[in-house]
């Protein structure tokens, strides 16, 4: 998914007043406000009452939704004919911003902002990035994504990293993070 298509994306969810939130490794490079690595899908989080108009604003431009195990109503990949990937999540929150339903974001999580090739977004924050990168079976992307975030935010690598960072050469904090 390269760049120009999320912020065409974006724009167009703008216009028809969807609340997206940016999730994954672009809101990575979004809160760096660079683009630090590929990335093959664009994950976005919005509320469950609206993925009805997003699955229309998407299947006008030749979207499908893909089949997979863990998809379900609340969690599901849609795809169009040039390949590009949308992984959508939907949430239901509180009126307290705690989780009502759907994947399990609380409003905290959905706060953020960065920014991507100039343009404001919204997106999940630095902490909640680190947080939401542990607890299943890492990949060399995600020791990249929460070394730079760990670094540029001043934020402690998590526990599930040790063994990552230790291969680098880096153990503890940030300060041992390079950029």
Known sequence: MQAECVIEFWRA??????????DGGWAVDAVLKRQTRPHNDL??????????ALRQLLTARGYVEVPRPDSWEHN???EDPQG????????ILNPDGSNAGGVSYVADQIAGSGVILGTPVRCVPPL???????????????WHDVRLLCSE????????????????GQEGGPKNASK
């Open 128 to 142: 909640w990035l680190v947080q939401s990168h542990t607890g299943y079976e890492l990949r060399q992307s995600d």
């Open 84 to 91: 590009r990937l949308i992984d959508v999540h939907s949430y």
């Open 43 to 52: 994950d976005i989080a919005l509320p469950a009452a609206e993925v009805s």
């Open 76 to 78: 599901f990949v849609l």
């Open 13 to 22: 969810t703008q216009k028809r007043g969807l609340e997206i939130c940016i």
């Open 153 to 168: 935010f001043n934020l402690e690598i998590p526990p599930d990293f040790e063994e990552l960072a230790a291969s680098d």
